[in-house]
């Protein structure tokens, strides 16, 4: 009885063993070529603009007009 | 559609490296990295140019072709950004980069490569818009703010420009013509046709 029981014990740990062994993929979906990250929203959805493109096209504009001294001193 | 892009006009850039300040203290980027730097040429010689370099986020970026676990994305914009929590750190972008851009900090003892960190446009990341999670990982989200990147808004003589391609473009087009006017030559801008290709709108 003891000598079965043991065997079992034994075949019980080898098993678990194995299992620790074993290797599991670690890239969930892969797919070559294609983004595998979180998506991300546009910049102008959010409480300011409140997904009006036009409204943040229109500052993003006038922003880099500022970058133009020939604009800004004449 | 705005295609953002950056820039530089060596004829202007004065070595000041008030963009690298700027880009530093704007996202808190920690020591050892970079994301911006200026690189002169010919550095002493009369006649030597600086110029102000980050990631262009290329219109073909070859990072995103060679990144093994594709955590590259394109914005709308036309901003390249990543994701950190896909990233693994192997470097691969850093060879393909023809900028130097992607940055590793030294994250162990050994000298372990950390994930890469890059200029984001300052546009952040695929966290929410102005999260605090977005700010640890990629800096502040200015594009969202309606502001356009901090090197470039602050660089005291607008050799840096940044900002929708066809925008910067005209800007710097005024410029060339108000130098030939003047009888001085103007090369073209740096880094512009290995970013965004020749002949190219988009």
Redesign the interface.
Known sequence: MMTRLGSIAVAAALVLGLVACSERPQ?AQY????????????????A??NGDKAA??R???T????????KRTN | MARMKFLCDAERCIECNGCVTACKQEHEVPWGVNRRRVVTINDGVPGERSMSVACMHCSDAPCMAVCPVDCFYRTEEGVVLHDKDICIGCGYCFYACPFGAPQFPQTGAFGVRGKMDKCTFCAGGPEPDGSPAEFAKYGRNRLSEGKLPACAEMCSTKALLGGDGDVISEIYRDRVTMRAARGSKSGPPWGWDSAYGTGTKS
Do not use: L
């Not at chain 1, 922003?63 to 020939?70: C, H, L």
């Open positions: 890239v797919k070559q070529g294609t983004y595998q990250g979180k998506p991300d929203t546009p910049p102008y959805q959010n300011r603009f943040w096209d500052e993003i504009a922003r880099a007009q500022s970058q133009n001294e020939y």
